[in-house]
Structure formats: structure tokens, C-alpha cells
């Protein structure tokens, strides 16, 4: 029941994804961060398998990182995307990796873009994507609601929304989101919508 | 003698390993390089041979990051380093993978030592010829760290050295005037060792120093201008002090 969806707004792109990690019926925590920041202005939201989503976008960031240590300069989103979908096409007749993946980007010379990378090496460019069970209900409400350019506002109100809908349409929803966002000044962590907070650790 | 240096690195009778010797003197004839190791800073300098008019500079970069955190400077030939470098680099990200944790200072030039080694001791190769000077912060402790490695493989940690042309007059100079320093009294340092053997000017020197909060930073010729500048007008106030004469009785 994982969920994760991204959205392109108006010199920013944002990435929501769920964070509970499940293992059958058991949740082992609620809090886990499915946004990986791969490197100073690009987000990699990804959902799938625990054990090849990890696998798979660690072996991605340090990737990304020795390109720039290499070149002096950082991939390009439109690069990184092109090399994720190659690791996982490469994967794919062999042992594929089970990983669905969002990869949102800020570029200074074409601004925000997202990135459809699925877990048969599917790529698109796109505005607006989502993946999971959620995805039946995030991507028609985007439908309705997205228009090209939207604010932070906006676009913060159209996540929330599309949260809204996956809490009370899909039947196991996960009860927390993380909402990671990009543009010109870096990736960083926007915000948490949550439901269940983890009990706090009592000091002695 | 003749007999001994082939291609493959075997000792001669009396106990030599001729082409890590070799190497060393192509390590000799390279430019000099100089490390200092400050409470909170640790510099690189690197002698700058005067660039052909048309070529572009800056794609001659002679100090070099292998992590946020660790930088290196080296003597000797200039495309072994290159070959080295990137094993370090990709080491650096994959003990990051592995073990989630980046590495130690002592580390990565264990590994480069032990590459350089491992080419002192395989057929049909020939020892590194260069010899590598490593900084950085040791990702836990916080402690600044200096290092160099040789062809033959071996390291060991410094507070300050020298390599490449004329090491052995900046290895004196240092040995001379060290002494604990922080901040821009260690790029001082560094800059007055490599004046030592180097024309003055920032056009000659490449000097980057790094700190624990920003990682590594390549000085602009023109702040290195400045601080020539300043150590010479102090070289120049320590003669006329000297030469002025004495007013205590």
C-alpha cells in the first residue's frame, strides 16, 4: 500500500510519499523516509520492495556523488534519470530490482523537472506522476486540480488533497507522508502530515 | 646494475627494488608539493610551472577532492595520479555504501598505499610514479590529518611535508618553523615553505585549504597575491629590524 506522487509547480518540483515500512500485517515504524536527497538538487522518491528500494537508490546516490567528485560539476537531472533507467534495464533480464521511482530534479539552466522511472526501466518526463495504490486516487485528483505553474501554495493544497483522498479511499492507508521538495535553493524536507506519531523515548 | 632494473620489480643482490627507486626520482623531478596541518585547517600547496599561453588553466587542477572531506595533492607523473585518483574517489563512495560511513583519513591512504604497493609486487607493471600528500578531517574525532604516500607503497602520517622538486629545502624550512598554527597563519606557512623553492607570485602557486565546515577551497590567485605580499613586506620588516641598530644599553 505504498504511495508516492510528485507534482512540477512553478520553479519547484515537489515529491509526498508514505512512510510506514510493512512487513506482511506487521508496520514496523511509521516514520520511515522513502525521499532519498540524492545529491544538492535532486529528490528520489521510491517505493517498492524494503530491501532493493534501499539497495537500489544508495547505489544510485553514490553514483551521483562520484560522477561530481570525478567532473568537477553535477549530473543533470535528465542525466541521473537516464542512468537510473539504465542500472534497472541493465538489472532487468538478470535479477531486476523491484523499485518504483520518482526522481524530481532543479537544473539552473531548465528548472524543475520529474522523472517516471518504474521498476522495468520505464522513463518518462513527466508533470505530474504517482505510483502505488494510492496512485488511482492521487493522479485523478492531479487530474482535476493541476495546472502548469502552480505556487507553493497551490501545490502544497493539491498534495494534502490528493492525502485526504488516499486516507479515506484506500482501505490500509499509511497514516504518515513526507513531503520533500526541490528548486533553485537545494532539495530539503518541506514537510510531515501525520496521523500516528511515533511514542516518544521517556528520558530518565 | 643494468641487469636489475627490468620491467618486473625484482630485488637486486644487495637488496635493492631498482624501479620503486625510479620511480622516486620521477617523484624527484616532479613539481613540489607542501602539506601543513593546523589546529582547524590543513593547506595544500603545489607548485604551478608556468602555464603555455593558450592553454586553459583550469583544467590543470593540481589538488584535488577524493570526499567532502579529504583532498589530494601529489608529485611525480601527473596520469598515474590520474588513475589513482579515480580508484580513490570510487573507493571513497563505496565504503560509503558498504558501511554508511565515510572514510578516515588513515584509510583511504592505506588503500592508495596499498594500490602503489600492490604495483611494486605484480608482473608486467610498473610502480606508481608519484607520491601522493593527503588531507583531511577525520569524520568522528573532528582531528585534521595529514598523510603522504610513496611509490614504494608506504605512508605515515605528518604534521607537515614536502615532495616533488627541492622537498628536501621545504622538508628543512618546515622543520625550521613550525609550530602549532590555525586559520591563515597555516596557509602561511604553507605558501612561505613553497616560496622557498618557487618564483613568488600567485601565477606560480596553488594553494587550497581545507576546513571541516566547508570541505575544500581553491584560493584565487589574487588572494594568494595578498598573502605573498604580506610575508614579504614581514620578510622585509624582519631584515630592517635586523638591521637597525640596537637601543637597549
Known amino acids: ?204 | 646494475m643494468a641487469r636489475y632494473d627490468r620491467a618486473i620489480t625484482v630485488f637486486s643482490p644487495d637488496g635493492h627494488l631498482f624501479q620503486v627507486e625510479y620511480a622516486l626520482e620521477a617523484v624527484r623531478k616532479g613539481n613540489a608539493a607542501v602539506g601543513v596541518r593546523g589546529t582547524d585547517v590543513i593547506v595544500l600547496g603545489v607548485e604551478k610551472k608556468s602555464t603555455p599561453k593558450l592553454q586553459d588553466s583550469r583544467s590543470v587542477r593540481k589538488i584535488v577532492s577524493l570526499d567532502t572531506h579529504i583532498a589530494l595533492a601529489c608529485a611525480g607523473l601527473k596520469a598515474d595520479a590520474r588513475v589513482l585518483i579515480n580508484r580513490a574517489r570510487i573507493e571513497c563512495q563505496s565504503h560509503r555504501l558498504t558501511v554508511e560511513d565515510p572514510v578516515t583519513v588513515e584509510y583511504i591512504t592505506r588503500y592508495i598505499a596499498g594500490l602503489q604497493q600492490k604495483y611494486t609486487q605484480s608482473g608486467g607493471v610498473r610502480p606508481f610514479g608519484l607520491s601522493a600528500l593527503i588531507i583531511g578531517f577525520d569524520p568522528y574525532s573532528g582531528a585534521p590529518a595529514l598523510y603522504q604516500t610513496d611509490p614504494s607503497g608506504t605512508f605515515s602520517a605528518w604534521k607537515a611535508n614536502a615532495t616533488g622538486r627541492n622537498s628536501n629545502s621545504m622538508r628543512e624550512f618546515l622543520e625550521k618553523n613550525y609550530k602549532e598554527t590555525s586559520g591563515q597563519e597555516t596557509v602561511k606557512l604553507a605558501i612561505r615553505a613553497l616560496l622557498e623553492v618557487v618564483e613568488s607570485g600567485g601565477k606560480n602557486i596553488e594553494i587550497a585549504v581545507m576546513t571541516k565546515e566547508q570541505g575544500l577551497r581553491q584560493l584565487e590567485e589574487s588572494e594568494i597575491d595578498a598573502i605573498v605580499a604580506e610575508i614579504e613586506a614581514e620578510k622585509a620588516a624582519a631584515e630592517a629590524a635586523k638591521k637597525a641598530p640596537s637601543k637597549d644599553s
Not at chain 1, 511509521?30 to 538538487?41: A, F, P, R, V, Y
Open chain 1, 1 to 204: 500500500m505504498e504511495c508516492v506522487f510528485g507534482l512540477v509547480g512553478d520553479g519547484f518540483a515537489l515529491v509526498a510519499a508514505d512512510s510506514s515500512a510493512v512487513n506482511s500485517i506487521l508496520v514496523h515504524k511509521s516514520n520511515e523516509d522513502k525521499i532519498m536527497i540524492l545529491d544538492s538538487h535532486k529528490l528520489l522518491g521510491a517505493s517498492g520492495e524494503a530491501g532493493d528500494r534501499v539497495q537500489f537508490t544508495e547505489y544510485i546516490q553514490k553514483n551521483v556523488h562520484l560522477y561530481e567528485f570525478r567532473n568537477g560539476i553535477p549530473l543533470s537531472t535528465a542525466a541521473a534519470a537516464n542512468f537510473t533507467r539504465g542500472e534497472l534495464a541493465q538489472a532487468l533480464r538478470k535479477s531486476p530490482y523491484s523499485v518504483n521511482i520518482l526522481l524530481a530534479g532543479y537544473d539552473k539552466d531548465i528548472g524543475p523537472s520529474l522523472y517516471y522511472i518504474d521498476y522495468i526501466a520505464t522513463l518518462h518526463k513527466v508533470d505530474k506522476g504517482a505510483f502505488g495504490y494510492g496512485s488511482f486516487f492521487s493522479l485523478s485528483m492531479m487530474d482535476r486540480h493541476y495546472h502548469s505553474g502552480m505556487s507553493l501554495k497551490e501545490a502544497v493544497d493539491l498534495v494534502d488533497k490528493c492525502i485526504v483522498e488516499i486516507r479515506t479511499r484506500l482501505v490500509v492507508s499509511p497514516p504518515n507522508f513526507v513531503i520533500k521538495i526541490v528548486d533553485k535553493d537545494g532539495a530539503r524536507e518541506y514537510a510531515w502530515r501525520e496521523t500516528i506519531k511515533d511514542a516518544e523515548v521517556p528520558t530518565a
